[in-house]
C-alpha cells in the first residue's frame, strides 16, 4: 500500500509564497517521475511542474519563472514553492508519483487527496 500525503496549502493574498509538500509512504522499492497537478474549479486538471529522479524539470508556462520543484529522495518528499502567487493559481494542487513498490515490478501511478490552495486579489 503506498500513500502520498500533501500538505502546506492555505489562503495567502496575491504576491504572497507558499510551500507545499508531498510525501509518500508505504511498500515502495523506488520513484521514478514526482509532480504536482491542479484543478480549478470547472476546469481539467493540468500539469504544473514535474521533476524526474535524476532531477530534470519541467513547467507549465504559467508559472515559470515563479514555481520550483524540488525533491528529497531520501525522505520521498517532493516539494513546490511557489512566489509571486495570483488569483488565477486558486486551485486544489495534487501531488503525483510513479512508484514501483517491487524491484522488478512496473511502476504505477498514485495521486494525494489534494490541498486547497487559495489567492486572493
Known amino acids: 500500500q503506498v500513500q502520498l500525503v500533501e500538505s502546506g496549502g492555505a489562503l495567502v493574498q496575491a504576491g504572497g509564497s507558499l510551500r507545499l509538500s508531498c510525501a509518500a509512504s508505504g511498500s515502495i522499492f523506488s520513484i521514478n517521475a514526482m509532480g504536482w497537478y491542479r484543478q480549478a474549479p470547472g476546469k481539467q486538471r493540468e500539469l504544473v511542474a514535474k521533476?524526474?529522479?535524476?532531477?530534470?524539470?519541467n513547467y507549465a508556462d504559467s508559472v515559470k519563472g515563479r514555481f520550483t520543484i524540488s525533491r528529497d529522495n531520501a525522505k520521498n518528499t517532493v516539494y513546490l514553492q511557489m512566489n509571486s502567487l495570483k488569483p488565477e493559481d486558486t486551485a486544489v494542487y495534487y501531488c503525483n508519483a510513479a512508484i514501483a513498490t517491487l524491484r522488478t515490478g512496473p511502476l504505477y501511478s498514485y495521486w494525494g487527496q489534494g490541498t486547497q490552495v487559495t489567492v486572493s486579489s
Open positions: 521533476i524526474t529522479s535524476g532531477r530534470s524539470t
